[in-house]
C-alpha cells in the first residue's frame, strides 16, 4: 500500500521516539542502574528496591508536598489572572487586540532566559523587587526570596503563574468568544447584572474549555524544570524541589539513574491517572 | 480608559524583559548602586562583547540544532500528515491519538532514557543527539497542525494531479506543499523556537561546554559569574533575538500556531 509508504515513518517514530524511551525508564526504574552500569553494561534486577529507596528518602516526603503546592499555586493563579485577563480584552477597545498579542511575548522566550531575567529582579541584594520594597518601606531589611526555605517555593511558582498566564488567556480568550452574545443579551433583559451573568452564563459555557486548560495546566505544570532550575535549583536544602527536579537531580546529580527512573515513573502515573480522569470528563461532556 | 488599563497590564507582564534590557545596558558597578537606574541613559555594551564573546560557540550550536530540527520534524511530519489528511491511510486517528498523549510524556522520563541511548551510542555531546531529542518536542505538534491545514484541502486537487499521472508523491511535492506554505512555516517556526529553548534536553545530554547551546551556556554563565548581571543579561538579550525577529518577520504565522491550540510545554 502506497498510504502507508507516507504515514509509516511517523508510525516508526512514535515506537522509537517515544514508547522505547517510555519502555526503558520503567525498565531502568526496576534495575540497580548506576554510573558503572555504563562502564559494565550491567544493571541487575531489583524489583522495587529502587522505590522503596526513594521512598525512604529524607528529601522525598517534602519533594511531593512541594509539587501539590506548586502545581495547585501555579494551576490556580494561572487560572484565575488568564480568565479575568480574557475577560477584560474580550471588550472591544482601541489596540485591545495588539495587546493581547503583545501579552503572548513572555510565553515565546526561552524559560531560561525569562528565568534569569526573574533571577536578577529578585536577587537579595541588588534586585529591583527588594529594592523597591525597601524604599517605600514595605520591608525593613532585604527578603531573600531565592535563599531561604520559607519563601524559595512561593517565588518559583509566583514566576511559573507569570510563565502561564498567557496560555490561559489565549485558550480562555477563545472559549469566551465561542459563547454566543444572544445569551448574554437574553440574561441582561431577564435583570441579571454582570457577576451574574459571568456566574450563570459564563462559567457553565466555558466548562469544556475550562476542564482542557486544566488539565493541559496541569501535566505541563508536572514537567516544569527550566524555570525551577534556573532559579533555585530546587534548592535551598530541597525547598523548591519537584518531583521533576527531585528525578533530575538523582538521575544526573547524584548518578542514581535507578531512582531518578523510579520517580519519573511516578510521574508518569499522575499524568496518567489524570489524562484518564480528563478523556472520561471529555466524553460525558455532549 | 480600557486602553489605559489594558498597557498598565502588558507593562507589568513585559517588566521583567524591560528589565533585563535595562541590565544588558548597565555597567556592573551601576546595577549595583543602592537606587535602582531605570533607564540605561549612561549605557555600555561591554555586556554584548563579554556575551558575543563567551557565548558566540553556544549561539552557533543552538542555530545549528534549531535548523536541524526544523529538518528532521518537517521529515516526518510533513508525510504523516499528508497520508493522514489526503491518502486516508487506516488507522489515522490512532496516530494522532497516540502522538497527543506522547507529548505528555514528562521530558525527564525521556530525558533519562535518551542518555542512555546517547550514551550506548556514543551520541553525548553531539549535535544529533539534541537533534533527535528536540524532535520529540516538534513532532506532535508538527504534525497535528500541518493535518488540521491538509484535510481542508479539496480532494479534487490532488485527483487532477493523479489524472495527469503524477504519483502521490509527485502530488505532494508540486500540488500540496505550495498550496499548504502556510501550514508548513508555522509549524517550521515553533519547531525552531522550541528547539532554541530546550534545556532539559541540552543540560542532560552535553556534558562538554563546547558541546553546549546557548541555554545551557546562560545556566553555566550565571553559575561562574552570577556577580557579573550586566553579561549574564546581556547574553539573556542576544538569546531572545530569534524570537524577537521571528515575532516581527512572521507574526501572522505565530500568531496562527497559537491560536491552532496548546502548542508550548
Not at chain 1, 502506497?2 to 522509537?16: H, I, M, S
Request: aromatic share 10%.
Amino acid at each position: 500500500m502506497r498510504k502507508l509508504a507516507f504515514v509509516a515513518p511517523a508510525w516508526l517514530y512514535v515506537a522509537v521516539f517515544y514508547l522505547y524511551p517510555l519502555a526503558t525508564n520503567v525498565r531502568m526504574g526496576f534495575q540497580d542502574f548506576t554510573v558503572t552500569s555504563f562502564y559494565t553494561g550491567v544493571a541487575p534486577f531489583v524489583g522495587l528496591r529502587n522505590y522503596r529507596e526513594v521512598f525512604r528518602d529524607p528529601a522525598f516526603a517534602g519533594t511531593v508536598t512541594n509539587t501539590v503546592l506548586f502545581t495547585a499555586g501555579s494551576l490556580l493563579l494561572q487560572f484565575g489572572i488568564g480568565l479575568a485577563l480574557a475577560v477584560f480584552f474580550k471588550r472591544n477597545f482601541p489596540l485591545g487586540g495588539a495587546l493581547r498579542s503583545l501579552l503572548l511575548v513572555p510565553w515565546l522566550l526561552p524559560l531560561v532566559v525569562s528565568g534569569t531575567a526573574w533571577r536578577w529582579i529578585l536577587e537579595t541584594d541588588s534586585g529591583v523587587l527588594n529594592r523597591t520594597l525597601l524604599n517605600l518601606h514595605l520591608v525593613s531589611e532585604p527578603v531573600p526570596w531565592l535563599a531561604s526555605t520559607d519563601l524559595s517555593l512561593t517565588a518559583v511558582t509566583l514566576v511559573n503563574v507569570w510563565v502561564g498566564i498567557p496560555f490561559n488567556m489565549v485558550i480562555l480568550y477563545g472559549g469566551l468568544q465561542a459563547i454566543p452574545a444572544e445569551l448574554y443579551e437574553a440574561a441582561q433583559l431577564d435583570g441579571a447584572g454582570a457577576w451574574q451573568r459571568f456566574r450563570r452564563v459564563t462559567l457553565p459555557l466555558l466548562r469544556p474549555v475550562t476542564t482542557v486548560v486544566l488539565t493541559l495546566g496541569l501535566i505541563y505544570t508536572l514537567k516544569v524544570f527550566d524555570v525551577i532550575m534556573v532559579l533555585t535549583q530546587g534548592g535551598p536544602a530541597d525547598s523548591s524541589q519537584t518531583l521533576t527536579t527531585f528525578s533530575y537531580d538523582l538521575s544526573f546529580q547524584q548518578l542514581a539513574f535507578g531512582h531518578g527512573a523510579a520517580v519519573g515513573n511516578l510521574l508518569v502515573l499522575v499524568a496518567v491517572v489524570f489524562a484518564i480522569g480528563y478523556l472520561r470528563a471529555e466524553r460525558r461532556t455532549p | 480608559m480600557k486602553t489605559a488599563l489594558g498597557v498598565s497590564i502588558l507593562a507589568v507582564m513585559l517588566f521583567p524583559l524591560y528589565w533585563m534590557l535595562n541590565a544588558s545596558l548597565l555597567p556592573s558597578t551601576e546595577l549595583i548602586q543602592p537606587e535602582p537606574t531605570w533607564l540605561p541613559i549612561h549605557g555600555t555594551l561591554d555586556g554584548y562583547r563579554n556575551a558575543l564573546q563567551s557565548q558566540g560557540g553556544h549561539l552557533l550550536t543552538s542555530l545549528y540544532v534549531a535548523l536541524g530540527t526544523v529538518a528532521v520534524t518537517l521529515a516526518v511530519a510533513v508525510p504523516a500528515a499528508y497520508g493522514l489528511a489526503q491518502l486516508g491511510a487506516p488507522l489515522g486517528r490512532t496516530l494522532l491519538f497516540a502522538l497527543l498523549v506522547a507529548q505528555m510524556i514528562p521530558g525527564i522520563v525521556m530525558a533519562n532514557a535518551f542518555y542512555v541511548a546517547a550514551n550506548e551510542l556514543y551520541l553525548i555531546n553531539t549535535p544529533i543527539a539534541l537533534i533527535l531529542a528536540d524532535s520529540t518536542l516538534c513532532v506532535p505538534f508538527a504534525v497535528l497542525i500541518l493535518h488540521a491545514f491538509m484535510r481542508g484541502i479539496p480532494a479534487e486537487i490532488r485527483e487532477a494531479a493523479a489524472l495527469d499521472g503524477a504519483s502521490s508523491l509527485r502530488a505532494l511535492r508540486s500540488v500540496i506543499l505550495p498550496v499548504s506554505r502556510n501550514a508548513v512555516i508555522t509549524a517550521s517556526l515553533f519547531s525552531f523556537l522550541f528547539a532554541w529553548a530546550d534545556f532539559l534536553y541540552a543540560v542532560t545530554l552535553t556534558t562538554r561546554d563546547e558541546a553546549a547551546p546557548i541555554t545551557v551556556g546562560i545556566y553555566r554563565f550565571i553559575g561562574a559569574h552570577i556577580s557579573d548581571w550586566n553579561s549574564v543579561m546581556a547574553t539573556g538579550v542576544i538569546a531572545s533575538l530569534p524570537v524577537a525577529v521571528l515575532l516581527v518577520v512572521a507574526q501572522r504565522y505565530v500568531a496562527a500556531g497559537i491560536t491552532s491550540g496548546s502548542v508550548k510545554d
